[in-house]
């Protein structure tokens, strides 16, 4: 079957939602925040998550319309209140555009929504084209209270310099070296997780851990000194933020 008409289709329909998956700080267990993550109603086959489709709404160019759906979501939940923070993720390509930033900052006034409470999630490939534009973007989004968390980190190409040139609040460590962490792991994951905790804190930047599986991996990260972290053990995605239905 078609796939981009039914993505076409969906985004016509509005078919897409967030889900929101907590961030605890790791000493006390306290809720910090939540990543918002996209996930396709899909009139047929149910919900789909972003590797079922992710590829192809970059390919095509539709996954900024996507993103938008999902972004405005975020705001109006913003906007009803709570407190903590609501990350979202933005594709590299998507980053790029020259009134991202100005286009985001719009949603919050329309709603009147604190813009502080955002932070965006972009993946080291966003900063390797077109620096100029993106330390702009990631200045005006800064100005106004929104955060950068670099995500996926580790996996990309880690050039040191894009971490000092960047205005980048938080990084959050892949969670293939979270599972390497533990006895049915990978020996230098640990240490590799303690020399990224050991940068960060050199430059001054926040960490979270992704894709905490098991009290033995939160424990370690513990000890290591990794502030906030994320994944199974701790709370998975879900519509509902809090334990509070969403209207
Ligand atoms: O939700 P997990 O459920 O499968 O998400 C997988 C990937 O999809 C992650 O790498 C994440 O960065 C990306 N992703 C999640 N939500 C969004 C979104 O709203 N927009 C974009 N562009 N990517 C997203
Ligand atoms: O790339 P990004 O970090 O935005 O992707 C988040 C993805 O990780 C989402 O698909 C989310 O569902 C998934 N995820 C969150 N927690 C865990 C976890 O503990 N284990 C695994 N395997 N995936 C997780
Ligand atoms: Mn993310
Ligand atoms: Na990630």
Known sequence: LDLQA???????????????????????????????LLRWQHERRGLLTPPDFIDLGEDSGLIEQVDWLIYEQVVRQIARGGDGYVSVNVSPRHFRSPDFADR??????????????????????ALLDDAPRTLRTLSTLREHGILAQLDDFGTGFSALSYLHRFPISVLKIDRSFIAGIGDEGRPESLGLVRAILALARTLGIDTIAEGIETDEQRQALLELGCSFGQGYLLGRPTAEMGGVALV
């Open 104 to 125: 985001l900052l719009a949603m919050f006034e329309a709603q009147g929504a604190d813009p502080s409470r955002l932070r965006v999630e972009i993946t080291e490939v």
């Open 6 to 36: 039914d993505l076409r289709r969906a985004i016509n329909n509005r078919d897409f939602l967030p889900f929101y998956q907590p961030i605890l700080r790791l000493d006390d267990g306290e809720v910090v925040g939540y990543e918002a």
